[in-house]
Structure formats: C-alpha cells, structure tokens
C-alpha cells in the first residue's frame, strides 16, 4: 500500500498535462519506501513530533544467548520496527523488537548479518573488544546517530520506456512537462525532502551500478556509506525475495557494495 493516493497522483497529472494512462504506468511501477534520515533533515512540518526509529553505529544488545555475529562486522544499523510506519511499506517486517544490520561498509562485505530482537526479551550491550588467538582485538563501532522515518516513493529506473509514457515524451518539451509531473509526484509522497545519502528501506534501489533488486529479489534495504560515516563514500545494497523477507530468512539475503 503506498501512502499518495492514486487519485491525487492522476490530479496532478491533469495539472501538468499528462495523460491519466501515463500516470496509471507511473504508479503500476512505483513501490513505496521509507527513508531514514537525520532530524535536520526532516520536512519542517514534521520535526516537532518526530518519533526516533533507528539508530546507525554504536554497540548491539543483543540476548544473553546471542553473541556478536560470526565475523565481527561492525553493528551498522538498529531500527526500531514499532517506530516505522508499516502502512507506507509493501514488503513486511516485525511489528516490533529491534532489526539489527552487521556488515563492512569500507569493503566488500565477506560475512553480513541480519537480526531480529523480539520485544520483551531481555538483552544486554556487547562489548567492542573481544579476544582472538590470545589477543584481545576491536570491533570498528561507528558514531551513533538518531534517525527518524520519511515516507517515500521510488520509481523503477525504466518506467519511461512503459508505452504510453514513452509516447506522451515525443519530443524534449514533453520530456520536460514528465520530468515536471515525475519529480511533484515524488516530492508529494515525501513532503518536499527528496533523499540520497541516507538509509532507505523499501522501495526500488537507487544504485551506482546495475541494480540487485530484480526478478524476484526486492529491497530490503539500501545504506549509504556517508550515512554511518562522513568519509566512507559506498552504497550498501540487501535484497531478498519478499517472501524471505516476510518469514525472517535473513540469513539467505544477499549483500552487495558499490563504489
């Protein structure tokens, strides 16, 4: 369910002077998405009564059965899933407790893990350090910053070439009347914040290469490597089938780095 409804996208559409049956190919290849940002970085109507749900870097609590993830990748991501506006999303995550991301975001990523921390359930801080071969070693933990949910809507990257939108943008003064409707459309859905380096959940990727989430993987969610860290310019990508995503499989997503 995408939180614009479709008779305001098409209302729009007659404001710009597009054709309703573009419009109707815009919203059959749009996926709603929800942006995670910092609190500056909100809408100004929605600052006041911002609710915190997630939080990049620090340390993980986790259960006192549970240690640090195989591999000792740092603790990129902790999101609140109570906190995320599930109706603004078609891909399903917990209703609660705590997603918890483990993976490198400086390199290509050799072991990445995903968590999910029930409520309730008692949990304690892991330490940073940790012994190896008789040597205590140190897991990279990032500084932790607040973020808070923005709705959003993704586009996938070919939708102009569906039939009628190809037809309507014949010419470089309807591509630019498209590009007018396109770009109210998505700044609509997100309250006029239009967001790139972030952390998305949801939503068709925007990638520097060719994009995972295709056939029948969907995002689940994109990182940006200047969200966690101001000198780490990467775009961190996991997918999984929505049905994986769904019944909490993470351990069969797949984690891809672009640089």
Not at 25 to 33: F, H, I
Not at 36 to 43: D, F, I, R, S, Y
Request: proline share 8%; charged share 25%.
């Amino acid at each position: 369910m995408t939180f614009i409804h479709e008779r305001l996208v098409h209302e729009m559409a007659d404001e710009h002077g597009v054709p309703g049956t573009v419009a109707q190919e815009l919203m059959e290849r749009s996926r709603p998405c929800v942006y995670l940002v910092l609190h500056e970085e909100l809408p100004p109507a929605q600052r006041e009564s911002a609710r915190p749900a997630a939080r990049t870097g620090g340390l993980p609590s986790l259960p006192h059965s549970v240690g640090w993830p195989e591999g000792k990748k740092p603790l990129v991501l902790t999101i609140d899933c109570a906190a995320l506006p599930h109706d603004a999303l078609d891909i399903e995550l917990p209703a609660d407790g705590h997603l918890l991301f483990f993976t490198s975001i400086e390199y290509e990523p050799e072991s990445s893990v995903v968590l999910h921390v029930p409520a309730g359930v008692q949990t304690t801080e892991r330490a940073a350090t940790y012994e190896l071969d008789g040597e205590e070693r140190q897991v990279k933990v990032y500084e932790p910053r607040t973020l808070y949910p923005v709705t959003g809507l993704t586009l996938h990257e070919d939708w102009r070439d569906a039939p009628k939108a190809r037809s309507f943008a014949d010419s470089d003064e309807q591509e630019e009347v498209l590009d007018r409707f396109e770009n109210a459309v998505l700044d609509r859905a997100s309250s006029g914040a239009r967001h790139h380096i972030c952390v998305q959940i949801g939503g068709f990727s925007d990638p520097w290469d060719m994009a995972p989430d295709d056939g029948d993987l969907v995002l689940l969610a994109q990182i940006a490597g200047q969200a966690i860290d101001d000198d780490v310019p990467t775009m961190n990508l996991i997918v999984g089938t929505p049905k994986d995503i769904a019944t909490q499989q993470y351990s069969k997503l797949q984690y891809e780095q672009q640089t």
